[in-house]
């Protein structure tokens, strides 16, 4: 392997510039995770005189001690639930992450009923359905904690109504597929929502707690004039001794998840083992100088080996094709003994890079080595010159290959990632495998400034060719309204907020996150579940 020779000079003030940027930022990101956190923790008494646990005391008592926990887009739906944000909490009212339960790696999903009784919020239902495309995706068991209001019918949009369907086909795709559902239904789960409980596996159920019913007493009456206590109608023991829809009757949230934990270590499931070099060496540069690599303004240039330096094992990268559109940054390295191939940007795309990058991912799918795009660009390289070079056609290539590719694909947004470089650097739209941003990554079809420039230069043409003069005063507005439209939608606050990536991590965490990501594609490479044409059915 071949060491990243080191070229930052952490004393340097544009380090330390960055360095206070990137600070700022990962403080309003943790800031943003810990109102959500204490939006469900202002329910503790009241959980606690129920004899209920809170949704994340739930999730802790689930999961294995001192094992990862990698938690999933933790600002969605930031500024959708309310527009003040101040006052906005993200989370979309569901805690998602993939862990370990009793030895094996799932992906677990927990309604967080302490924020508005567990009704799912704006932007919920992309969440969950990311969420399940993970688990099936990665081969993952799935362990739901349910305890939901169900949607939120004052935010009633009739396509999220159609939409929602996907959430039961993907738990019926999930068992048909051999990965287990395991379902603790701690309190409601009722109309559509039922179906989560049960087009479940396996499904513990909570004495004196669990309601499951198709309608609540109130829309009973009102429908049939049939009167029913909640009890009656969907309780635990009604459910696990006549209607059979429970397998489990738990006396308490604990004995619920001592339950599911006991059903995760009695089946017959695959438990992770490493593939790749079980002694590797850490960076031999400091992973804290990754909060000052990054400049905050994406106009600014940067080496990205510097980043790749800081995060895979002993700093050492085999660059491929150096010498040939050396913009794009193409390799091989490993991150805690797990091989990847790593294309980055220094700088636009351009014919020579585009080409390049094609025959490198090809070449990563010749030998089953994951390929991890991180993203710094402002695009394809636009001009005369570039079109002359055929800059369409190598850039069509290049996103074929994207596409086509046949190994797992992890994207991370670190700076800039705008047009149809987003594409070509494997955006949220192509599918990565798992997608992650930086505080600072910012995403556009183009910066605010050359949108609203373009939009300007047409305008001024569209008003010459009817013989009509522009006014400035209304061309400064138009042009100032575009930068702030643009502005504020290109933020990674934003862009996460709608779920256009699996979170925003902290750079110095990149390697243990990338690491994990990487051992469960792996795993699920091996994983070899037997698929069935039915999806199991409750007798």
């Not at 829809?245 to 995760?264: E, F, K, P, T, V």
């Not at 990205?304 to 559109?325: H, L, P």
């Not at 575009?482 to 902290?506: K, P």
């Amino acid at each position: 392997m071949a060491l990243i020779d080191n070229t930052i000079a952490p004393s340097g003030a544009a380090f330390q510039a960055n360095r206070a940027g990137m600070l700022a930022l990962i403080d309003r990101m943790r800031s943003l995770e810990e109102r959500a956190r204490a939006a469900s923790a202002a329910a503790k008494e009241r959980f606690h005189k129920r004899s209920q646990l809170l949704p994340r005391e739930r999730v802790a008592l689930l999961l294995d001690p001192d094992t990862p926990f990698i938690e999933l887009s933790t600002l969605a739906g930031y500024m959708f639930d309310v527009p003040d944000a101040d006052k906005s909490i993200p989370g979309c009212g569901l805690i998602a992450g993939i862990g370990f339960v009793s030895g094996v790696r799932c992906m677990v999903s927990a309604s967080d009923s302490g924020i508005d009784a567990g009704a799912l919020q704006p932007m919920g239902l992309d969440k969950q359905l990311r969420v399940q495309e993970l688990a099936l995706e990665n081969k993952l068991p799935l362990v739901q904690l349910v305890e939901s209001a169900g949607a939120n019918l004052l935010r009633y949009r009739v396509e999220d109504f159609v939409r929602g369907g996907n959430i039961f086909r993907n738990l019926a795709r999930l068992s048909a597929a051999g990965l287990p559902v395991v379902t603790v239904t701690h309190g409601s789960s009722t109309a559509g929502g039922a179906y989560q409980t049960g087009l479940s596996d396996y499904i513990v159920m909570v004495r004196g707690r669990t309601r499951a019913f198709l309608a609540g007493p109130p829309l009973l009456k009102a429908a049939t004039g049939e009167i029913a206590t909640e009890e009656e109608l969907g309780g635990a023991e009604m459910h696990t001794s006549i209607s059979g829809l429970g397998d489990y009757l738990a006396g308490d949230d604990r004995d619920a998840l001592r339950i599911a934990r006991d059903i995760m270590a009695g089946l017959a499931w695959d438990r992770p083992s490493r593939d790749g070099d079980t002694v590797f060496v850490p960076p031999r540069y400091d992973p804290e100088e990754l909060l000052g690599i990054m400049p905050m303004d994406h106009k600014r240039p940067v080496d990205m080996r510097q980043a790749i330096a800081r995060f895979v094992d002993g700093s050492d990268f085999i660059e491929f094709g150096a010498d040939y559109g050396p913009a794009t940054v193409c390799g091989h390295a490993k991150i805690e003994g797990h091989p990847v191939g790593i294309i980055t940007n220094n700088g636009p795309l351009d014919p020579a890079g585009a080409n390049k990058a094609t025959h490198f991912i090809q070449a990563c799918c010749q030998s089953r080595t994951p390929l991890l795009y991180l993203n710094n660009t402002t695009g394809y390289m636009v001009g005369r010159a570039y079109e002359e070079a055929g800059m369409i056609k190598h850039g069509s290539k290049m996103i074929q290959a994207v596409t086509s590719a046949t190994v797992p694909q992890i994207t991370l947004y670190c700076g800039a990632s705008f047009g149809a470089g987003n594409y070509g650097m494997c955006g949220r739209g192509f599918h990565p495998r798992f997608c992650f941003s930086w505080p600072n990554a910012k995403t556009a079809v183009m910066g605010g400034e050359q949108a609203a420039e373009t939009m300007a230069i047409v305008t001024e043409a569209a008003a010459a060719r009817k013989g009509k003069p522009v006014e400035r005063e209304q061309l400064d507005k138009m042009k100032a309204k575009i930068t702030a439209v643009f502005d504020g939608q290109m933020d990674v606050f934003a862009t996460s907020a709608r779920v256009l990536d699996d979170g925003v991590i902290d750079p110095r965490d990149t390697r243990a996150v990338l690491a994990e990501v990487l051992a469960i594609c792996r795993e699920a490479e091996r994983r070899n579940p037997q698929p069935m044409q039915f999806s199991v059915a409750r007798p």
